[in-house]
């Protein structure tokens, strides 16, 4: 079974029973909205595939229930489910949701005497903040998640601190005080023996600030170990002991029932960070792998970024530009671009179309003229005039819509 099979398989089935209780029925299409096809909504529901969070909320906001229903919360407490569901915001770009969320949760717990459950939503608060570029705000949120972290402070608490830590140092230029942080994170994981998403991550920075000093030997054999330990993620036993592991630290201050049910609600939201992580780090060794001329090995690197990404809905994010791509480049344009120069049109073909398809729906309609631009010009570099035009034509007419628009 896939990475998250058992919790896609339970998501899934929690959808479709939310789809076909509307009055009048809702169908497949209808759910998707435009912004999902039919045929993904139906993998989702038949447990194929698992749902990123920024498609969890979209979904659970197309059938009007709370994204709480979908993810065994609801019985978590209105606490538990404020700072997931924060975690959830943040995910899906959302920041001054999150951050509001987050602020609202960090409130309550504080009210109620729950330290660690403070220092969490904390913790959501300031990278809510610092993704958005408010650094003095995440510093502040991050001074006072450390004065609520409870006294008895478990390990996994302390590796998260750490690890929100040694972003903002980084964000701010301190790379050494950010990766002191980051080696404490690992050392923390393995005396413990836990966390391997956490530990993962905190490599990957390792890696990148390997990589921003042109160490590209120590960056390759760091970005491998924190795949090696994404994949434990992947083994039963694992997911196993981790699941007991947060029940335990959850029954002191939840029923058992709301204890298991957030439980799950956590492992899916780590499941889904170790698949973006995964996305990332093999985006980050086709950086390397074009940075020192292998072609072939970049391919491949890229191919399995769009795979850790689509199997569960990821949007991956741009971390090319160091090797000199333009920011807006993601690796369904890579990949393409790679294609093209090894002579596999129809394949580029394919993935350009898929990246001129999402840059229309998120309304950034230049960026997708010039990528039909740049399809024309392959197929006009193939001797394949008719498919050029067609391009260009396509192009032409967006450009004339967008204008028909703006002098509307």
């Excluded at 906001?61 to 915001?89: F, N």
């Excluded at 969490?120 to 300031?126: G, I, P």
């Excluded at 480049?329 to 580029?348: E, K, N, P």
């Excluded at 008719?386 to 260009?392: D, G, H, I």
Aim: net charge neutral.
């Amino acid at each position: 079974m896939p990475l998250g099979g058992e919790l896609a398989q339970r998501i899934g089935r929690r959808i479709r029973a939310a789809r076909l209780g509307r009055r009048p029925r809702m169908t497949l299409a209808e759910l998707g909205g435009g912004a999902i096809t039919a045929a993904m909504v139906s993998k989702i529901e038949h447990g194929q595939v698992l749902p990123s969070l920024p498609t969890l909320l979209y979904l659970a906001r197309r059938l009007g229930i709370s994204p709480a229903e979908l993810l065994d919360a609801e019985t978590a407490g209105d606490l538990s489910a404020q700072v997931l569901l924060a975690q959830a915001l943040l995910a899906a770009g959302q920041h001054d949701e999150a951050a509001r969320m987050a602020e609202q949760a960090a409130s309550m717990a504080a009210r109620a005497g729950a330290a660690a459950e403070q220092c969490r939503a904390l913790l959501v608060l300031a990278a809510a903040q610092r993704t958005a570029g408010h650094l003095d705000r995440a510093e502040a949120a991050l001074e006072q998640a450390a004065t609520a972290a409870p006294a008895q402070q478990d390990a996994e608490l302390a590796a998260a601190l750490r690890v929100e830590r040694a972003l903002l140092e980084l964000e701010q230029g301190r790379s050494t005080r950010g990766q002191e942080h980051l080696q404490e994170v690992i050392s923390l994981a393995r005396a413990a023996n836990a966390w391997p998403a956490r530990a993962a991550q905190a490599l990957l920075l390792l890696g990148r600030e390997a990589e921003r000093r042109r160490q590209f030997e120590t960056a390759h054999l760091l970005y491998r170990q924190a795949q090696t330990l994404l994949q434990e993620l992947a083994r039963p036993t694992a997911r196993a002991a981790g699941r007991l592991q947060r029940a335990r630290r959850l029954h002191d201050r939840a029923p058992f029932q709301a204890a298991l049910d957030a439980c799950r609600a956590e492992e899916l939201y780590s499941l889904i960070e170790a698949q973006r992580l995964a996305a990332e780090l093999e985006l980050r060794l086709a950086a390397l792998a074009l940075e020192e001329g292998r072609q072939a090995e970049a391919l491949r690197h890229l191919r399995h970024a769009l795979d850790s990404g689509t199997s569960a809905d990821v949007e991956l994010p741009s971390t090319l530009a160091q090797t000199g791509t333009s920011a807006d480049d993601d690796a369904a344009v890579l990949l393409a671009r790679l294609c093209r120069s090894q002579g596999d049109l129809v394949q580029f073909d394919e993935l350009i179309e898929r990246a001129i398809t999402a840059r229309l729906q998120a309304g950034r309609h230049d960026a997708a003229r010039q990528l039909m631009i740049e399809r024309g010009d392959a197929w006009r570099d193939a001797g394949d005039y008719r498919r050029a035009a067609e391009a260009y034509r396509r192009a032409a007419l967006l450009h004339g819509a967008q204008e028909r628009v703006s002098k509307g």
